[in-house]
């Protein structure tokens, strides 16, 4: 299993660009990565996902190099609702496989001032 | 589309008790994952269910069990409840016809052990 390695926590500012790398250095072949945003109390929400390469939506961009041992979640333009927990998440439910505990790091808490 | 839903939002037991929480996946989803979130802390994985079967459980003792009904809908059940079982419980629904089909997470279960 993958394991992944955030920062634990990082502050940024309304209007600035932030950038949250994550760790997963025995990341395996079919491994997908994959990045949820959590606010209190809620569950986490999707926000991207990738294999290689960048990926962008609507919300963010995700960088991957191409050894794949890292991966770079892109937030344009922070503001103050962008404060919350971002988890990176690696692995793949294989189908018929006996894999599927995906496990979440301990995440990287955003916190955005004015 | 309706997404995850979990009932009951809060939970309130004594120790030794049995509580039972519920999960209704999104429509066409057959992977149901169960996490654990102490407060403060990163998602615990549990329990992994598709297709009616546990495919995988995590690291957590034996009273912690559940099951998957035919309609893909899951129940988590907690036996012999100890104060440090006090969390919110995620529940997560994932499509796996498609290869690492992102999880979709309610907002979980308060379950206060006192």
């Known amino acids: 299993l993958a394991k992944t390695t955030q920062p634990i926590s990082m502050d940024s500012y309304e209007g600035q660009e932030v950038n949250i790398t994550c760790s997963h250095n025995?990341?395996?072949?079919?491994?997908?990565i994959t990045w949820y945003q959590q606010f209190p109390s809620q569950g986490p929400r999707f926000i991207i996902q990738?294999?290689?390469t960048k990926v962008t939506n609507e919300v963010a961009s995700l960088f991957i190099p191409a050894d794949r041992k890292s991966s770079t979640l892109s937030l344009p333009r922070v503001s103050l609702s962008d404060t919350a927990v971002y988890y990176c998440?690696?692995?793949?439910?294989?189908?018929?496989?006996?894999?599927?505990?995906?496990?979440f790091g301990k995440g990287t808490k955003l916190s955005v001032k004015p | 589309e309706a997404g995850v839903t979990q009932s009951p939002t809060h939970l309130i037991k004594t120790r030794g008790q049995q509580a039972t929480l519920r999960c209704s996946p999104i429509?066409?989803?057959?992977?149901v994952y169960w996490y654990q979130q102490a407060l403060g802390l990163g998602l615990q994985f549990l329990l992994w269910?598709?297709?009616?079967?546990?495919?995988n459980r995590g690291n957590f003792p034996p009273r912690f069990s559940g099951r998957q009904f035919p309609n893909y809908s899951s129940e988590l059940n907690v036996n012999a409840l100890e104060l440090e079982d006090s969390a919110l419980y995620l529940c997560?629904?994932?499509?796996?016809?498609?290869?690492?089909?992102?999880?979709?997470f309610g907002n979980g279960t308060r379950l206060t052990v006192t």
């Open positions: 997560a629904s994932s499509a796996r016809q498609f290869a690492n089909s992102p999880l979709h």
């Open positions: 025995n990341i395996a072949t079919n491994d997908y």
């Open positions: 990738g294999y290689k």
């Open positions: 998440l690696v692995g793949e439910a294989v189908y018929g496989g006996s894999q599927g505990n995906l496990i």
């Open positions: 429509s066409g989803h057959t992977s």
């Open positions: 269910y598709d297709e009616g079967e546990e495919r």
